[in-house]
């Protein structure tokens, strides 16, 4: 199946699981619309802007570490068994793949019709209804609609050795492989939790051989795989690329994360921290009848996991793009076919028009003001549930014609990360 094919099966078969979700009541929003005239009329009132509803999304592993800015009363809202929220997802129109107890729309983005109603409508329903008036004309031919998510993650701990598949490998299994990139805001990460860093592939000298060997053990014993990988610290203001294929084991550093459409994992560390992690989530993305010791090795892009140069190739400092004495772009996001993101910073008092050549998903992590009709803040602590006006979604036709953009503070500078899908033009190619 290509791509796209797939992407429409998926996004079939998330179409059945939430409409027998709400008969159940089983959805994180629970009195979501799907009428047509309610999205063009919301659509229409935002001048091509959809203002966004915090999606919230815990996991059954790791332990929070309570930058998200969640109110510290919400962070087992879903219930002691389903875990701490670690993660906040933007702009998604996929649901994440956490288990028999999650949610039907865990992670899906819904957008507010109004700051005194309750009233949403997915992002997802969403672009059905608008299709390229919001995501644009080459993004519905290649991908029949939006294809790329972002979020935080924010844990604690370190994350356990795990690589996400490649789009060859998960098309096994019906699903699409994931590319992701990683950013560390400097406005939230006031600690760094228990690593401040991560590991990425392995030691340029190991055997594939020691590898299988730690793995067939998964089971049985601590694989201590980390001991044939090699870490990075982290650096506040930069980032990385991760191919899919490519295992890591990221630090415990809050996380700005603009990925693919998909939340593919294949875990190869069995403790971290203490935590014990089972065997399933070694091998539960590879099919049936071929999911042995050699089928999850086979995962790995080797030579890309022990490519000598590294850091050469994956790390990424930011590029600017503009800077004026009004505002600084910079390209956070880069040097990869799939997504890319800008990081948009707004001098104290200034008024600008920010021209993008694409549609985008956008959080606000510091400052306040206007984003075109909108007001607009970086949340200081959010009650699960409640709606914020820190995050946003841009239609390719307002993101090309420009969105005025208003700092009303006298000191303090307005501060927003961009996510972008695969056709963001003037993308740097090359890592400087």
Known sequence: ???????????????????????????????????????????????????????????????????????????????????????RWFASTIA??????AKADEGMAYACVDYDSDEKFSLRDAVKVLKEEIVGEELMEKYNGW?????????????????????????????????????????????????????????????????????ANFADDDTRITDLSRAYRIELGTGWYTPAGVIHAPASVLTYEPQWNSDVNSVYENIVSGEVYPPEMLNEECPADD?????????????????????????????????TKEYTQKWITYANPYIAAKEL????????TIKDGAAYGCIFVQGHGKFGVYDCEAATLLHFGEQSTDEFFVSEKAATEGVTITNLSKVEPLVVLKHFGPNCPGVPTEVK
């Open 291 to 323: 999911n042995g010791v050699d089928a999850v090795f086979n995962l790995l892009d080797w030579e890309k996991n022990v490519d000598p140069h590294y850091r050469k190739h994956y790390f990424r400092n930011p590029i600017i793009e503009f800077e």
């Open 1 to 87: 199946m290509t791509e796209k094919e797939l992407t429409m099966k998926a996004s079939a078969d998330l179409d059945v699981r939430l409409e027998e979700a709400k008969k159940t009541g089983n959805l994180v929003v629970k009195d979501a619309t799907k009428d047509e005239a309610v999205i063009r009329s919301t659509f229409e009132k935002g001048e091509g802007i959809l203002r966004l509803f915090p999606a919230f999304v815990p996991r059954r592993f790791g332990k929070a570490g309570r930058r998200l800015k969640l109110h510290t009363d919400d962070y087992f809202a879903f219930g002691m068994e389903r875990g701490s929220i670690t993660e």
């Open 96 to 101: 994440a793949q956490n288990g028999e107890l």
């Open 345 to 352: 910073t707004v001098n104290p008092g200034q008024t600008v």
């Open 147 to 215: 294809p790329m998510y972002s979020k935080f993650f924010d844990n604690e701990n370190p994350l356990f050795h795990h690589l996400h598949l490649t789009f060859e490998d998960a098309a096994k299994v019906g699903k699409l492989g994931k590319p992701e990139c990683y950013y560390f805001p400097k406005q939230l990460n006031n600690y760094f939790g228990e690593a401040n860093y991560t590991y990425f592939g392995f030691d340029p000298d190991v055997k594939p051989e020691e590898i299988k060997e730690r793995i």
